[in-house]
């Protein structure tokens, strides 16, 4: 699902540009980190915000991979009611 979306938004950049994004979202893949390998978070995580480029130009925006905010009420969401998650308190940055 998340490579046909890819082929869907590269189709969307300027006709100068299409080439390279049809291109690369042919070879879409999902990133790895070795933990055990680098045990430092890669910069990827650890950086606010970020700069992409999008059919509309460039646009900097938060990184949704810098923080993670737990629902206040997991229950209902995929958590079982009795798995300590889905009590979790809500953490803010």
Same mark, same amino acid.
């Given at each position: 699902? $998340?490579? !046909?979306? &890819? ?20 070879? $879409? ?6 933990? +055990?390998? =680098? ?10 915000? =970020? +700069?992409? /480029?999008?059919? @509309?130009?460039?646009?900097? $925006?938060?990184?949704? $991979? ?6 206040? /009420?997991?229950? @209902? /969401? @995929?958590?079982?009611? @009795? ?5 979790? &308190?809500?953490?803010? !940055?």
């Amino acid at each position: 699902m $998340l490579w !046909d979306h &890819a082929q869907i938004i590269a189709r969307t950049y300027p006709f100068s540009q299409q080439d390279d994004y049809i291109a690369a979202a042919a070879t $879409l893949r999902v990133p790895y980190w070795d933990w +055990a390998a =680098i045990p430092t978070l890669p910069d990827v995580v650890t950086t606010r915000t =970020i +700069a992409i /480029n999008t059919p @509309g130009g460039f646009q900097e $925006l938060d990184n949704p $991979l810098y923080n993670y905010t737990f629902q206040a /009420n997991a229950v @209902g /969401n @995929g958590f079982p009611s @009795g798995e300590p998650v889905s009590a979790c &308190a809500v953490y803010e !940055d």
